[in-house]
């Protein structure tokens, strides 16, 4: 069955570092791949959407590779800042023919960001 | 602008009974979502609607409904409440169908505690 997965372990950073959360799928090949942001108690904000045939994608201090060899996303948050801190979540759409309407989510990794 | 609404923000309900979310999109989106998060884990998805049909279903059992109505705003029923069922509903809004070219906005969500 297809699988997403991110890292379950919150990942701790200084301030003004660079976070780099990664996201693994498995039994699957997506057309595109979008990053969240969710601050607790809240619904997700969408961040950035990468498509297959886009290597890299970058909005101001954020980035994110797609490497559909490797079935692998990588994002990253430049220059840190405590108000970076949150939970990041990758999503796939997984329904058939590609066709946009059954988005389906990693569990999502905690980001937090030291003064 | 208000965005996604959702009510109510929270419930608290027993097993074996049944509850009524509900949820408004921004104006001008036609198509509707429902996702469960359960504690610690990513999104599910549960159903998208648009143009007041059925686009997509995730994997939930039959005691999970959704309606939208002429007005684009929608109601899920979740019918004999497990304690399994708590958790927090999302409901996200986009213009149209397919999450690759239309941003989805999510609500506040609904907290559902079954005891």
């Known amino acids: 069955s297809q699988k997403i997965e991110q890292n379950s372990e919150a990942l701790n950073i200084q301030e003004g570092k660079t976070a780099t959360l990664t996201c693994n799928y498995t039994n699957y090949s997506p057309a595109y791949l979008q990053w969240y942001r969710q601050d607790p108690g809240r619904g997700p904000v969408f961040l950035l959407l990468i498509r297959e045939n886009e290597k890299e994608k970058r909005k101001e201090r954020l980035k994110v590779t797609f490497d559909t060899t490797l079935k692998q996303s990588l994002f990253h948050i430049t220059a840190s800042q405590p108000a970076d801190s949150a939970t990041y979540l990758c999503?796939?759409?997984?329904?058939?023919?590609?066709?946009?309407?059954?988005?389906?989510f990693g569990g999502g990794t905690r980001l937090m960001v030291k003064p | 602008d208000a965005g996604v609404t959702q009510s109510p923000t929270h419930l608290i309900k027993t097993r074996g009974q049944h509850v009524t979310l509900r949820c408004s999109p921004i104006s001008g989106h036609k198509s509707v979502s429902w996702y469960q998060q359960v504690l610690g884990q990513g999104p599910q998805f549960i159903f998208q609607y648009y143009e007041k049909e059925e686009r997509g279903r995730g994997n939930f059992p039959d005691r999970f409904s959704a309606r939208q109505f002429p007005n684009y705003s929608s109601e899920l029923n979740v019918n004999a409440l497990l304690l399994g069922d708590s958790a927090l509903y999302l409901c996200?809004?986009?213009?149209?169908?397919?999450?690759?070219?239309?941003?989805?906005?999510f609500g506040p969500g609904t907290r559902l505690t079954v005891l």
């Open positions: 999503a796939l759409d997984m329904s058939d023919n590609n066709a946009g309407n059954m988005l389906t």
């Open positions: 996200a809004s986009s213009l149209g169908l397919s999450s690759s070219y239309n941003e989805q906005f």
